[in-house]
């Protein structure tokens, strides 16, 4: 089976400019999660989808930020206008919700983002 | 604030011999908890899951569950080099609701050394 998709896996952008990261969670799933992660502030969850709705959208740093999941498959994270404190690699990770809580994630390979 | 606390590191343990990873968390009510390893340029790979009190071994894997004390750990016997990596705590968030949120620790680096 694939596992989770991601696209592009590396983006080098200028400042200003629109970014758009790709995620096709695993079949089946129905959560899917976008992380970032810096060494500085280490993993950080950015909003989460459960059943294509955002459920908690607290941890998207500013405006700029933006996540959609149109349906099942496939989920955005836009950035618009960058700027160079975004440069991180962006996770994305799907699993499938459990009623006893046991829900496991599985992380796409993650796009590596460089603003200059 | 919920949080998930790991040692940084970097661990340092010679090859063959047994690594220990501690993680404590302070949602009392959590009820599961996963390690992660992450290779340097790539993403957190699931190696264990925990739900009950006590210990759960996978190869050479173990991982170590103290509900009362809030605190979780990992036992890696026979280290390679090969396990060198970052390893990631993450318990399952209830506060606000059952909703399969995880909150991550920082990770402890683990350096074995042949």
């Known amino acids: 089976d694939a596992g989770v998709i991601q696209s592009p896996r590396h983006e080098v952008t200028e400042m200003g400019q629109e970014v758009t990261l790709r995620c096709k969670p695993i079949?089946?799933?129905?959560?899917l999660f976008w992380y970032r992660q810096t060494m500085m502030r280490g993993l950080e969850l950015l909003i989460y989808?459960?059943?294509?709705?955002?459920?908690?959208d607290s941890g998207m740093p500013e405006d700029r930020f933006s996540a959609k999941m149109p349906n099942a498959s496939f989920s955005t994270l836009k950035i618009q206008p960058s700027e160079p404190r975004d440069s991180a690699v962006y996770f994305c990770?799907?699993?499938?919700?459990?009623?006893?809580?046991?829900?496991?994630?599985?992380f796409g390979p993650g796009t590596r983002l460089t603003v200059l | 604030q919920k949080e998930v606390e790991q040692n940084s590191g970097p661990l340092s343990v010679p090859e063959g011999a047994i690594a220990s990873l501690n993680c404590t968390y302070s949602?009392?009510?959590?009820?599961?908890f996963f390690w992660y390893r992450q290779y340097s340029g790539k993403s957190p790979e699931l190696i264990m899951s925990?739900?009950?009190?006590g210990d759960k071994e996978d190869g050479r894997f173990t991982a170590q569950l103290n509900k009362a004390s809030q605190y979780v750990s990992l036992l890696i016997r026979d280290s390679q080099p090969s396990d060198s990596a970052t390893y990631l705590c993450?318990?399952?968030?209830?506060?606000?609701?059952?909703?399969?949120?995880?909150?991550f620790g920082q990770g402890t680096t683990l350096q074995v050394k042949p």
């Open positions: 993450a318990v399952n968030a209830l506060w606000g609701g059952n909703t399969g949120k995880l909150i």
């Open positions: 989808f459960n059943n294509n709705v955002p459920i908690d």
């Open positions: 925990i739900y009950s009190n």
């Open positions: 949602d009392r009510v959590s009820q599961s």
């Open positions: 990770a799907s699993s499938l919700r459990q009623i006893d809580n046991t829900d496991t994630q599985y």
């Open positions: 079949s089946g799933h129905n959560s």
